[in-house]
């Protein structure tokens, strides 16, 4: 049976979400920053009363590089029974972002989960979403730089300086370091041996 | 001295302690270190005498980057990390993936039966384990401590069966792209057949334990209630959606795996309080144990992975035989497999509610975005809707009722 596999199109694909094959999983609208609000207003008032989820994805070699995605759910505000619900529909809204705009409107006032998602965003990803109550890192600690789910983020976070040792671990080293012949039992004592003989040199005459 | 706000307080391990007192009124910090808070959750509260004005709950001390982490694995690796996202429901975190990327593979049709069968055995075998944790450890919240022993001998026993299954008790990594990692092994049948024939017991027992018992009953009946249109609002999903009347469940409303082949109900309360969701979730461990039974009096003998040895390796016999197989299992090992472009949304109803993956690629052997939603974290959000105004001492009962699994909050 031949694969449904296709190899990668020159390594990868730029855009992806252009490129998708026909998957029935939500219905799907590419929208500008300017119009999303307008947009997730009349979705709002079209019935998709849930927001089911808010993410990003950075796409670094694509103009707008960063796409924020909107996943909602049609969903009675009353007491429902499945039959009633059925199969309710999914919605997506992609909004893509420039990296000369990091900036989105804020939807808290819509939707109140999108509280911590939106603060996520800007945690992970450093797009900003204005008029957002308390904009603040919510999975990185507060004094961090960077935004880690960036592509051009390191896997193992930026390179950094080691912190120096604390003063008591040094004092407990040997004071010439490893010696050539390594660590074994007789270049150790040595070692201990003049270590000793400096501590003593040290100590205060009475 | 004024009273700090709590919006100012920095994302810093403080302890349990006051941070300022003006008058009443005082800023408490409760966690991360506190038993109640199940995980490593901070609230900042803002109290008066013993009521909370204000709940702001701090995450993120459990951040582990599973999201980053996935980018850089292969496929089939990020199943692994992703599967330690919901520490308590595994299966349920890597059957998700599995299928999303079985649907931008095209493959969801040709997933063998006999693997769906199994996937729907352990996912709902999954929920029940979860839902015994969740029950024992709410449990110890109330001062009922008998229930823990009770919850963890099943859970226990329902885990016997999944190492039997997959060869691990928390994290077996058995549900893979394109089907299972092995077939059942023998006399799991039995194993299966001896846990049925205990769970009405013990499911008698706990019912008898908590669901009568007066002071259960004072302690969660109308604490944390919630109205379907705040759970609506703050994204509720799984059986704290369901315990305020909105059968929304995931396996009816988008069925996968087969779910549409078994008969099943979807308990519902209308009250939205702590009693509803506890009473949800009891209802729910007994009608996954009906979807447990008849998925195992369907199964038949049949494959268990997709026969396409690019997606999923080769079994073992083959690669002794066939020099081909060899080579597919190689690349395939050493080299990952490739995924079409495209995105794609999946979801399927974890123990806590809708768990979805929207998953990106880029036609490369790694993924290039696993974008979780994960349950715990909007379940979790909605105590600052519903916290004001009650005392600390319910608050304990109302995280206990949303059951949040850090693992997946934090990722």
Partial sequence: MPSPQTPPMDGSAIDPTALRPPIKDAAIERIAPAELRTRLQALREDGYMMLLDLGAVDYPQRVPRFDVVYHLLKMPVAAATPDQIGTPQRYRLLCGVPIENLSLPTITDLWRNADWAEREVFDL????????????????????????????????????????????????NLVAGTPPSGRTAEALQQQVALRQAQDRKEEPKA | MSVGTVSSMPLEPQGSQVLAQDGNAMVLSMGPQHPSTHGVLQIMLEIEGESVVKAEPEIGYLHTGIEKSAENLFWTQAQTVIERMDYLAPESNSLCYALAVEKLLGITDRIPERAQQIRVIVAELTRIASHCVWLGT????LGALSIFFYCFDLRENILDVQEAAGGARMHPNYVRIGGLQADLPDGHVERLDALLKKFPTRMRELRAILQKNPIWQDRTIDVGTVTPEQAVAWGLTGPALRASGIAYDVRKAFPYSGYENYKFDVPTRTEGDAYARFVVRLDEMEQSMRIVQQARDAMKAGPITIDDAKIAPP?????ALSMEALIHHFKVVSEGIRVPPGDVYQAIESPRGELGYYVVSDGNNKPFRVRTRPPSLYNLQALKGIAPGNLIADLVVMIGSLDPVFGEVDR
């Fill in chain 1, 125 to 172: 990803f450093g797009i900003t979403f204005e008029g957002h109550p308390d904009l603040r890192r919510i999975q990185m600690p507060t004094h961090w730089e960077g935004h880690p789910l960036r592509k051009d983020y390191p896997l193992r976070g930026p390179a950094k300086e080691r912190s120096p040792r604390p003063p008591f671990a040094n004092k407990s």
């Fill in chain 2, 138 to 141: 709410h449990g110890i919240d």
């Fill in chain 2, 315 to 319: 079994p073992k016999e083959a690669i």
